[in-house]
C-alpha cells in the first residue's frame, strides 16, 4: 500500500475535505511593512503571520476549512510540517487582508497508530 498524505490525514482524524495545506514562505518583511516568517521566527510569530491571509478568493478560498496544515520552508522546493491549526473563523476583513482566529492543535503532533 502506497503511503499518501490523505492516509496520513485520515489517521489523524482529519478529512481531507475539511483541511488547506498553507506553504510559509520566508519574508522577513512585507511590502506593508510587517514583519514576515524567517527561519529564526518564534511560533507565536508563525501563527501571527499565518493568521492573516490576503482577502482576494483568486489567492485564498472564500471559505477556508477548518484544518490548516501549515509547512515551512526546508529547502528547494522542500517543506516541514510545523503545525496543525483550527481556524475558529474570520475575525476581521479590511477589504485587502483577513484575519482569522487560529489555534494550535496537537493533530500530527506526535506519530499515531496505523494500520499502515
Known sequence: MTLTFAAILASAGIDTDDALVVRAAFVREHDDGTAGIRGDSTDEEI?????????DARRFPRTPPRYWIVMLPEGGDRARLWSVVHNAGEIANDGRLRTFEL??????????????
Do not use: G
Not at 501563527?47 to 482577502?55: K, S, Y
Not at 489555534?103 to 499502515?116: F, G, N
Open 47 to 55: 501563527l501571527h503571520c499565518t493568521r492573516v491571509q490576503e482577502a
Open 103 to 116: 489555534e494550535r492543535s496537537e493533530l500530527l503532533a506526535r506519530p499515531c497508530a496505523t494500520d499502515w
